[in-house]
């Protein structure tokens, strides 16, 4: 695979769902890339990456920025209240506002520096113990919680459980967006983009399609 067969694949996915051309937004997944093969997306065109980690991001970004003008960087890992600063420095989105007390600094940091990211709330469909994010039963106390603190949530972000079907999470997502007045859903990654564009997707989250697989080593 890689960036343009993502690219067809994205458009193709458009087309069937009846959606505008364009509508979705690729968001590559960068995290642990060797730095060769992001350089070539870059090198591609493509202006709109994802990252997990800060420290991470930091150690590279500011320089890929400088060269390649125009992106926009998205944080979509689990995010440290002590990394607001230097995360409100670096990325245009976040993806994972995921708990009250992450909302209440990130408003503080905000109110500080006079402008805030896109803002996405992270909603744990499955309810999983081990996964971050607001439950859907308390997503829309949390949604007007958080616009009572004068942030702009534009949108909700999931991560389906591995061994289930995606849909019915995806649809459930979409469904507290339309109930809150969203317009924006961060869902769908390499195995089930196509299937959280009909669904109504946004924003996809594609790394190992695009990048190839990861080492962690």
Known sequence: MGLNDIRRRIAAAESAAGRAPGAVTLIAVSKVQPPERVEAVLAAGHRVFGENYVQEAAGKWPAWRDRFPGGQLHMIGPLQTNKLKPALQLFDAIHTLDRPSLAQKLARQVQGVGCCPQLFVQVNTGAEPQKAGILPDEAD??????????????????????????????????????????????????????????????????GSAIFGARDYG
């Open 141 to 206: 106390g949390f949604i007007a919680d958080c616009r009572a603190l004068d942030l702009d949530v534009q949108g909700l972000m999931c991560i389906p459980p591995e061994d289930q079907d995606a849909t019915p999470h995806f649809r459930a997502l979409r469904a507290i967006a339309v109930r809150n007045g969203l317009s924006s859903l961060s869902m769908g990654m390499s195995a089930d983009f196509e299937t959280a564009i009909a669904e109504g997707a946004t924003h996809v989250r594609v």
